[in-house]
């Protein structure tokens, strides 16, 4: 399969083809969001990635949060065939991944260009529109300097007084100096691809070739050989130079038993590795996904009682700004960590953190409209018997509608089935194939092949329905998903509160309070309501 549309008369409103990567079991959400966010078709999946089609520029394309890495799709076909053949004839077959139908490579890099330059002229005329701006501000350069004196002033006597504030401030800089140089890496990476492509040849653009193998080719083959064969094919055949360290132009290869897919990484930052999160949690893809999954609306209390470092508030807080948040934990590191990256992303405003245990929740009954948490498993957390207490304190709170989203382990998961009265729904969701006017780009064997994968995610989506008794209370199960943290397995499970708990769980808080009461300050960087 060739990307198109394509050719040097390429535009815009003609769309291009582009690949996303995705952890296991977030493909459903990654073929909702590209539909929601960069209205897109032919929408096709494969386990771990969904291919569509798009008119988006790039500043559209950066915005998806469920993707790890973003690609510009130049070829997509079956697999090699490695059980009968000899190495030199699956070095031929490689090779024509570059030779049969140069003209895909040539279209992509041009497609890859246009956008390029297309998103450079959206900068300059930002840049044009800010002058007049800039002008009204030298007027007042004098008082400009003075006010930067006196705050520079009073953050050296605040530093003198308290030296780890002085380190957080130092961190916080390095960092933005590190996403500055990567934005201006990113820049001149356009610019160099720009010039080189304007060339009719190409013949100035530097590549290298990064692989991935797996299956029976990945027992016959290194991704380092499968490299040195693509790229010697690809100076063959354009002329173009490999450039090891630093090239204009990548080209990612994935070689398994179910396809053979070859594209260009349209950012060389991965979409999931977020600017504004200072120090990574929960992997910022899952708490988006969470996030998305909780049905959030503009005024809402979104709480999060287990919020660890606040990634998933973080993540919601981006995406949902018009909501009040908080979050909770009984450790004051996490609680230090959180607020730091509530800081970093200029959201400690939005976001306020609490030191209480999840079981002892200083809220009304029926005062939350969301909760969203990640269940903390391993040797570390041994919560067992504690998981139903947890849901029941998060039961209270909820008020009659609610959602609850959570991300639990297998242990987890198989208690909280053990605590349900009835048995499997005959509705379920979940599987990527529920998805509306969503296609499977899957041939018959891709489709054996892929048969545990897909399996998996609805079985575990069956679990739950909303014909379904409820799990503890009042919570009804609504969707599951099984996703993968890596080595471990997880689910992404959903519940609504079907109806009120009465008078026998009373709220904890004095009558009157606020929904939060009020929140002390601490250690931990909490903050209370202004």
């Known amino acids: 399969m060739v990307a198109s549309p394509t050719g040097s008369g390429w535009s815009p409103t003609a769309g291009a083809r ?113 002058n007049p701006l800039k002008r009204k501000v030298g007027e007042n350069d004098v008082t400009n300097l003075k006010k930067l004196k006196t ?98 132009l990548e080209i990612f290869i994935h070689l398994n038993d179910i396809y053979s897919v070859v594209g260009i990484p349209v950012f060389r930052v991965p979409l999931a590795s977020r600017a504004y999160i200072k120090t990574a949690g929960l992997r910022s893809t899952i708490a988006w996904a969470m996030a998305s999954l909780a049905e959030i609306k503009a005024g809402a209390f979104v709480f999060d009682p287990m919020c660890g470092l606040g990634t998933i508030l973080l993540e919601a807080a981006k995406e949902w700004p018009d909501v009040y948040y908080v979050g909770a934990d009984v450790s004051d590191s996490q609680l230090l960590g959180a607020y730091d990256n509530l800081k970093a992303a200029g959201l400690q405003d939005k976001i306020e953190l609490l030191k209480v245990s999840v079981t002892e929740l200083p809220l009304p009954s029926e005062s939350v409209d969301v909760i969203i948490s990640d269940i903390p498993f391993g040797k570390k957390f041994k919560l067992g018997k504690d998981i139903k207490s947890i849901l029941q304190e998060m039961e209270r709170v909820l008020h009659v509608g609610g959602t609850i989203v959570l991300l639990l382990n297998n ?31 899957l041939s018959p064997r891709e489709k054996t092949d892929l048969s545990d994968t897909v399996s998996s995610s609805s079985k575990a989506s069956s679990q739950g329905g909303l014909d379904k008794m409820p799990l503890v209370g ?57």
């Not at 990654?30 to 096709?44: D, I, Y």
């Not at 380190?167 to 500055?180: N, T």
């Not at 909280?416 to 296609?439: F, H, R, V, Y």
């Not at 008078?503 to 202004?530: D, K, N």
């Open 18 to 130: 582009f690949f996303c990567t995705a952890g296991r079991g977030l493909e459903p959400f990654l073929m909702r969001e590209v539909r929601a966010r960069l209205a897109a078709t032919q929408v096709e999946y494969i386990s771990g990635k969904v291919f569509f089609t798009t008119c988006s520029d790039l500043n559209m394309l950066k915005k998806l949060k469920s993707a790890e890495r973003l690609f510009l799709l130049i070829k997509k076909q079956f697999p090699l065939n490695v059980s009968s053949v000899s190495k030199g004839n699956i070095f031929n077959e490689m090779q024509r991944l570059v030779n049969d139908g140069p003209e895909s490579w040539l279209n992509a890099i041009s497609v890859w260009k246009n956008l390029l330059e297309l998103d450079a002229k959206k900068d300059k005329l930002c840049q044009r529109d800010a």
């Open 151 to 248: 705050e520079q002033m009073q953050e050296l006597q605040e530093s003198r007084e308290c030296q780890p504030e002085k380190q957080m401030e130092e961190e916080r800089v390095e960092q933005g100096d590190f996403l500055m140089n990567r934005e201006k890496s990113q820049e001149a990476f356009q610019n160099e691809v720009v010039k080189a492509a304007d060339d009719p040849s190409q013949k100035d653009l530097t590549f290298r070739v990064s692989c991935r193998c797996s299956g029976a080719i990945a027992k016959t083959f290194t991704a380092q050989e499968v490299g040195r064969v693509i790229g010697i094919a690809l100076m063959k055949q354009f002329g173009w130079k490999a450039d090891l360290r630093n090239p204009n």
């Open 411 to 441: 242990d987890h998961h198989r208690r909280l089935q053990d605590c349900e009265q009835s048995g499997i729904p005959s509705n379920s969701k979940g599987s990527p194939t529920d998805e509306p006017g969503i296609e499977k780009c």
């Open 474 to 530: 009042s919570l009804a199960p609504v969707e599951c998903y099984q996703v993968s943290l890596g080595r471990t397995e997880a689910f992404i499970c959903k519940y609504r509160k079907s109806h009120s708990l009465g008078l026998e769980q009373a709220c904890c808080c004095e009558p009157g309070s606020s929904p939060v009461g009020q929140l002390h300050s601490s250690e931990g960087g909490c903050t209370g309501p202004s």
